[in-house]
């Protein structure tokens, strides 16, 4: 039987603003990465979104991105290993008030959109990131790209770290994920996905976008929860993984 944790990024609505389907997706997940302010969220979806999980028995990680909610942090900024250290230790101390405040556990911190993207390729930032992060918590999960330079500075730091893999995004030879202004960049045949994330799994190969296998080692897989047909995904990859006894378990059981 293999196991694997199934992630998705939750609580980034804000103020009128809905983004994602989180009531509806939280039922087939056993990770929630939760947005703490920056890249969006505010104060009561933070508080709303922790409930949720705690009522699903989900576990709950922060999510935390750079400051630039109307590019939804997924824009690169120019920002030293200081500030980067200093805004992952911020948004993780928004958010354990209200784990705190509901007495349930964070388990976990997946770095959001460019920053988790530049600190997957610049070593210093990686290590400031996961500085933070232990600082703050030895017993929290660094939860980052299978490869990348993240997986190094935590093992580095001594920080624990699960290997993420994407069901719906195309890869370079490198192991990074392809730019989301490249085409081919997102996987929208949701068959493909879940045969490409099967054959991760079992496989630890994944095709890249120039038609290549390369070596991946997966400990968890995210599922974007804002796309029309998000909810549809999750369920089809929960149906599939159990043909294919793959059981979903939380970071927590996977990484002791």
Sequence with gaps: MYQVDLNCDLG???GSYKIGLDEDVISYISSANIACGFHGSDPLI???????AKKSNVCVGAHPGLPDLVGFGRRNMDISPQEAKAMVQ??????????KAQGTKMYHVK???ALYNMAGKD????????????EVNPDLILLALSGSKMIEAAKHIGLKVAREAFADRAYEEDGSLVSRTKEGSMILDENE???RVIRMIKENKVKTITGIDIPIKVDSICVHG????ALEFVRKIN???EEEKIKIVSLSKIIL
Aim: aromatic content about 14%; proline content about 2%; some cysteine.
């Design 90 to 99: 911020y948004q993780i101390g928004a958010l354990e008030s209200f784990c």
């Design 111 to 113: 770095p959001h959109g």
């Design 123 to 134: 070593l210093n930032l990686a290590l400031a990131i996961c500085e933070g992060i232990y």
């Design 46 to 52: 933070m508080a709303k979104t922790v409930e949720l």
């Design 193 to 195: 996905a879940i045969k």
């Design 239 to 241: 149906f599939s993984f």
């Design 226 to 229: 804002d796309g029309i047909k």
């Design 12 to 14: 980034e609505s804000f």
